[in-house]
T-cell receptor, first 111, second 114 residues
């Protein structure tokens, strides 16, 4: 079964608005990563947050991690049409380099 | 220049056939993976190799056989293809086994079984 469950499954916003996606997972982790997948393309790494970190920023991305609740969120500020993609969280539990992906959130940013 | 390259990008074949997908990475990474993404976009790990040695083998039918001739290549051979094998297969690599690094993905190989 999937390690991570993401919500919402789909999100539609207008350009300039913020987009927040949430990820919940089940077991302890070493780190949690977020990836973006444009339609018909491979996944691209966005940001990694370690289990001892609570918040991390990268450009317009802000990631939080709450290990007590086993949850993470990805915030994209001032969204652009080019942010339209599917976003996946992935957990690294340190087991044989295994990275387990969530169910993904499809983000649509309209002009 | 492509870091992780997969061939072919598209593959259409009949049930019962045997097919292979090839993957090469020029990043010098030690660990390579095969993931399967189904029609609902669920990504599931299939195999992982570290420096030519199999380290992860999820519950995948033995019709699927990975082969790693060297640490830069990880190929996937599928025997007796079934309709349910239709999916996008992604190859990925990572610098060091057990390291906390990111995965680098190829562009995917879309397999359609008719």
């Amino acid at each position: 079964s999937q390690q991570g469950e993401e919500d919402p499954q789909a999100l539609s916003i207008q350009e300039g608005e913020n987009a927040t996606m949430n990820c919940s997972y089940k077991t302890s982790i070493n780190n949690l990563q977020w990836y973006r997948q444009n339609s018909g393309r491979g996944l691209v790494h966005l940001i990694l947050i370690r289990s001892n970190e609570r918040e991390k920023h990268s450009g317009r991305l802000r990631v939080t991690l709450d290990t007590s609740k086993k949850s993470s969120s990805l915030l994209i500020t001032a969204s652009r049409a080019a942010d339209t993609a599917s976003y996946f969280c992935a957990t690294d539990s340190g087991t044989a380099s295994k990275l387990t992906f969530g169910t993904g959130t499809r983000l649509q940013v309209t002009l | 220049d492509t870091a992780v390259s997969q061939t072919p990008k598209y593959l259409v074949t009949q049930m019962g056939n045997d097919k292979s997908i090839k993957c090469e990475q020029n990043l010098g990474h030690d660990t390579m993976y095969w993931y399967k993404q189904d029609s609902k976009k669920f990504l599931k790990i299939m195999f992982s190799y570290n420096n030519k040695e199999l380290i992860i083998n999820e519950t995948v039918p033995n019709r699927f056989s990975p082969k790693s001739p060297d640490k830069a290549h990880l190929n996937l051979h599928i025997n007796s293809l079934e309709l349910g094998d239709s999916a996008v297969y992604f190859c990925a690599s990572r610098p060091i086994q057990g390291g906390a690094g990111e995965l680098f993905f190829g562009e995917g190989s879309r397999l359609t079984v008719l």
